[in-house]
């Protein structure tokens, strides 16, 4: 972005009609290094730690699934349901929390379907597209991390909101995290055991 | 505020249980730097050096370093040390994966275990908590069934976990520990140690973060080393095929090591190298925390998959024993990760019975009528499964080469392929000067990694002449500057170890110095290094070694080489003709050492 980043503005104000930012995931590519948590981590809060890190890459070691999980900023917008209104929308269509608003309850975390926003010493963590300049995606040399600023045709995660009722946010996350390599899995066992 | 460092370690006693957490002792860490330095330090200065290393008084350390865990590339590492039931000196072992960061971020710069547990146990440590736990239902598990077991029963699928197999518990004295399943502390019998002490894992997760003194200072420092990295001539060949590209390269140099040590060249090598695995069976690049080599590899073949095999485990079960199958290659590396079992010692001790069974000294009624050959894939399975579970014949292979080549006698000792019980690696040293002598004076036997004069592959002359005084230093063949070279990479190999970073990165690719590593050391931690202060001290640390070495009993005249590697000239190939003068090269090390003839240090700390 040569005229520096965008300013957040508030919920349903997108900037184009039915399209958003994403961060989207070539779990093919990916080697499981968490070279995105580091920075991530790094570049946002100072420190270096997988539980202040935005994005999370699960790794399923008993199948060779590298996965890194982040928010998908799904249609459905289960976080904002925040009773406190500290869940917003950003002009990209990405989540922002006004720490101002956020009491720390933890509502957010148990909604998302994934785990995608999690607390770590109550305050929620959440991908939030580093107002369009991910740094997650600058540290991919794999190219598993691609940066798609408008992009149409929202994920839909109603059905894992059921499926995941009640686990932690690692467990969301393995579980979306194999179902989503299910494909991949079997393009391996296709490809090498035939 | 400490930065770099987490500023705490943890004491276990699993002999009454008790768990005592300590604040670091930053002189200590000032002295030591972390990771292999200051876990050598403190088994100099806290073990009773003439135990039996299976006893409860042995200690088992695990250590990481300033700089694990922060955003220098493959950051990665943790080493295991203890006094080596295998060779019964100094005993470390590193590994990568993710285990190392997350310690850290648990808060902790290292982990003293002693005692003995009454019944299985692992270790459970987060940053709020250390428990003791019960591991009885996992005990007999292999490795990658142990964490899946703990993660499902912690319902925590991303804590980070290192187990031993079954090797480890039935005290294979060259047991190795895993972490992310296929990453190993695999040389030395750590597993052994880990065993004996009735552990079957140390579980972490931590929820903290490492924090450096100078962020945008120590960014900077590691944006020149990723843009070194990726601009190295090797990057490519590394990122595809890791470490497995040396199976072509030293076939095309003549030093294969092929039917144990008979050859260096191995004819059928195209059905093994790392390019036929990468096109074969690789499905995808595995990386260690925070690398962007991504070096490691994921296999999916038609009877097994998983992570790996590093050149070490591809040439010991090819070449090493005949045998052209990666088929095979990849189920035993596969197996071995799951029993825990290093894969050079287990395939020095096969190699060294088949030979001997060739050469007619032994037959085999003597190993329980296996039919041992070359490249006998069936038998040399069987007898992995023997020597995990200590079945048979396998019990006296449990013991290790130098062990089990004395059992038998009849001049099959010569053919014991190891310096001071620990078995030779894969790379023969008679084309291969300043490792060959890397062997020989390393301070955990013979093995590579103490030193790793990659230098002498690279045929920078002009470098060479730089750094050594002669350019014959950077010729794989000459012996002229290899002690010089041996001497400085060591330091630098003992610096990479106690920051805790990778090798192949450090050392191999050259990207790291030590005034770089000075550099990084001092924003990341905001104490005082330099790089002559950061000499002094790698220099004290390895007289160190030595000095406790000697206290455990080692002789140093052998500080050698087997026989063949002195005496029986290379038959074929670039290294044709060649052999090692190795008394030479040792005398010549202690002498810039300022050890005395005998390899004493002379002023000793």
Redesign the interface.
């Known amino acids: 972005m040569s005229s520096g980043r965008p300013s957040p503005r508030g919920k349903g104000q997108s900037r184009q009609e039915g399209s958003n930012g994403m961060i989207s995931i070539d779990v093919?590519?990916?080697?499981?290094?968490?070279?995105c948590e580091?920075?991530c981590?790094?570049i946002r809060?100072?420190?270096?730690?997988?539980?202040?890190s935005r994005i999370?890459v699960?790794?399923?070691?008993?199948i060779?699934i590298?996965f890194p999980v982040l928010c998908q900023l799904c249609k459905e917008r289960f976080c904002a349901d925040c009773p406190e209104g500290a869940i917003q929308t950003g002009e990209l269509g990405q989540i922002l929390v006004d720490a101002s608003l956020c009491n720390g309850c933890g509502l957010c975390e148990r909604l998302c379907p994934i785990g995608a926003i999690e607390l770590?010493k109550k305050n929620p963590y959440v991908c939030d597209l580093c107002e369009g300049d991910p740094e997650c995606v600058k540290e991919c040399?794999?190219g598993a991390l691609r940066f798609e600023p408008e992009k149409r045709n929202r994920v839909i995660l109603k059905t894992w909101a059921k499926k995941n009722e009640g686990l932690?946010p690692?467990?969301k996350?393995?579980r979306f995290a194999v179902s989503k390599a299910a494909h991949l899995r079997k393009q391996?066992?296709r490809?090498?055991?035939t | 505020m400490v930065y770099g460092y987490a500023g705490r370690i943890l004491r276990v006693n699993l002999t009454d249980g008790t768990v005592k957490t300590e604040n670091l002792d930053l002189e200590l860490a000032r002295e030591t730097i972390g990771g292999r330095g200051m876990n050598s330090r403190r088994l100099y200065l806290e073990l009773k050096k003439d135990i039996d290393p299976l006893s409860p008084e042995n200690l088992l350390i695990f250590g990481v370093g300033p700089l694990t865990?922060?955003?220098l590339t493959a950051s990665a590492y943790f080493t295991v040390s203890a006094k080596s039931p295998l060779t019964g000196i100094l005993g470390d072992s590193a590994a990568g994966g993710?285990l190392g960061?997350e310690l850290k971020?648990a808060g902790y710069d290292q982990v003293i275990i002693t005692g003995r547990s009454a019944k299985p146990s692992y270790i459970f440590i987060t940053g709020e908590k250390v428990e003791i736990r019960d591991a009885t239902d996992l005990w007999g598990k292999d490795i990658?069934k142990t964490?899946?077991a703990i993660r499902k029963k912690l319902?925590?699928?991303?804590c980070q976990i290192a187990a031993i197999g079954p090797a480890g518990e039935h005290l294979v004295k060259y047991a190795t520990i895993a972490c992310?399943?296929?990453r190993m502390c695999g040389r030395t019998g750590m597993g052994c140690v880990m065993g004996s002490k009735n552990l079957k894992a140390i579980v972490v997760k931590?929820?903290?973060?490492?924090?450096l003194a100078d962020?945008r200072r120590f960014?900077s420092l590691c944006k020149e080393i990723d843009r070194k990295i990726?601009s190295h001539p090797e990057y490519q060949k590394r990122m595809n095929l890791g470490t497995t590209m040396l199976m072509t390269d030293l076939n095309r140099i003549g030093i294969l090591p092929t039917r144990h040590f008979q050859r260096g060249i191995f004819e059928q090598v195209g059905n093994v190298s790392g390019e036929t695995l990468a096109r074969?069976?690789k499905?995808?690049?595995?990386?260690?925390?925070?690398?962007?080599v991504?070096c490691?590899r994921?296999?999916?073949?038609?009877d097994t998959?998983?992570?790996g095999p590093e050149f070490e485990t591809l040439c010991s079960y090819s070449s090493r024993l005949g045998v052209d199958n990666l088929h095979f290659t990849l189920r035993v590396n596969t197996y071995l990760n799951r029993m825990g079992m290093d894969s050079v010692s287990s395939g020095e001790a096969i190699g060294w019975a088949i030979e001997c069974i060739e050469k007619g000294l032994l037959t085999p009624k003597d190993f329980d009528g296996l039919d041992l050959r070359w490249g006998n894939t069936d038998t040399i399975e069987k007898l992995l499964t023997m020597i995990a579970k200590r079945k048979g014949i396998g019990d006296a292979f449990a013991e290790g080469t130098r062990s089990l080549a004395e059992r038998f006698g009849k001049g099959t000792e010569k053919y014991a392929f190891h310096v001071k019980g620990l078995d030779m690696i894969c790379g023969d040293p008679r084309g291969l000067k300043a490792y060959g002598l890397t062997y020989a004076i390393a301070s955990r036997g013979a093995d590579h990694l103490r030193a790793e004069p990659f230098f002498e592959l690279t045929q920078r002359y002009d470098e060479a002449e730089k750094r050594f005084g002669t350019r014959e230093a950077a010729n794989r063949l000459s012996e002229e500057g290899k002690a010089a070279l041996v001497e400085y990479s060591e330091r630098l190999a003992l610096l990479i170890d106690c920051l805790t970073v990778c090798k192949n990165i450090g050392l191999c690719m050259d990207v790291l110095d030590f005034e770089t590593a000075s550099e990084l050391l001092v924003a990341g931690t905001g104490l005082h290094f330099t790089p002559d202060g950061i000499h002094q001290l790698l220099k004290n640390q390895i007289d160190i070694d030595r000095k406790m070495n000697l206290e455990f009993g080692m002789n140093p005249s052998l500080d050698t080489l087997p026989a063949r590697f002195t005496g029986e000239p290379l038959t074929e190939g670039a290294s044709q003709g060649s052999v090692i003068d190795i008394d030479k090269l040792v005398k010549e090390y202690y002498r810039i050492k300022g050890w005395d003839e005998k390899g004493v240090p002379k002023n000793q700390k």
């Open positions: 093919s590519k990916c080697s499981g290094c968490k070279r580091v920075s981590s790094f809060t100072g420190g270096i730690g997988r539980a202040q999370k699960m790794k399923v070691e008993e060779g590298d770590n040399n794999l932690s690692d467990e996350r393995l391996w066992t490809s090498r055991r | 865990g922060s955003p993710h960061p971020q990658w964490s899946a319902r925590d699928p991303s992310n399943n296929s931590g929820t903290g973060a490492v924090i962020n960014l990726v074969q069976f499905v995808k690049n595995k990386s260690c925390f925070n690398c962007n991504h490691s994921y296999y999916v073949t038609e998959e998983g992570e």
